[in-house]
C-alpha cells in the first residue's frame, strides 16, 4: 500500500464519497520517511464533483500536501441532499500517508 487514506469524511454538511482515487506518496517524502495526515476542505457539487480542495490542516509536507489535492480533486462524491435535491456542501477529508502500512516492506 503506497499510503492509507482515512475513508472516512468528517461531515460539515452529508456528502461522501462515492469514487476514491488514491494519492500517490511522492518519491521524495518517501526517501525523506515523510509521514502524516493532510485535512483537506472540499466543496462538493451537486453534481458530486469537487469544486475546490484546499488544505484545511497540512501533513507539515509541501509534497503530501499537493498529492492528497492532486488525488481528491479527482474523486466523486455522493453529493448531501436537501430532501431529496443534491445540493452543493463542503467537507473535511483526511488524508493519511504512512509508510508503516506499506504491504510491500519496500517503502514503496
Known amino acids: 500500500m503506497i499510503c492509507r487514506i482515512l475513508l472516512v469524511v468528517l461531515m460539515l454538511s452529508g456528502c461522501a464519497q462515492s469514487h476514491v482515487v488514491a494519492p500517490i506518496y511522492p518519491e521524495e517524502s518517501r526517501a525523506l520517511k515523510e509521514e502524516g495526515t493532510v485535512v483537506l476542505r472540499v466543496v462538493v457539487e451537486a453534481s458530486g464533483k469537487p469544486s475546490d ?22 474523486w466523486v ?10 445540493v452543493q456542501a463542503t467537507a473535511l477529508v483526511p488524508v493519511v500517508f504512512s509508510l508503516k502500512n506499506d504491504a510491500s516492506g519496500s517503502g514503496r
Open 53 to 74: 480542495v484546499r488544505v484545511e490542516r497540512s501533513s507539515g509536507s509541501p509534497s503530501l500536501d499537493a498529492s492528497a489535492v492532486q488525488a481528491v480533486t479527482q
Open 77 to 86: 462524491f455522493k453529493p448531501a441532499m436537501k430532501g431529496r435535491e443534491p
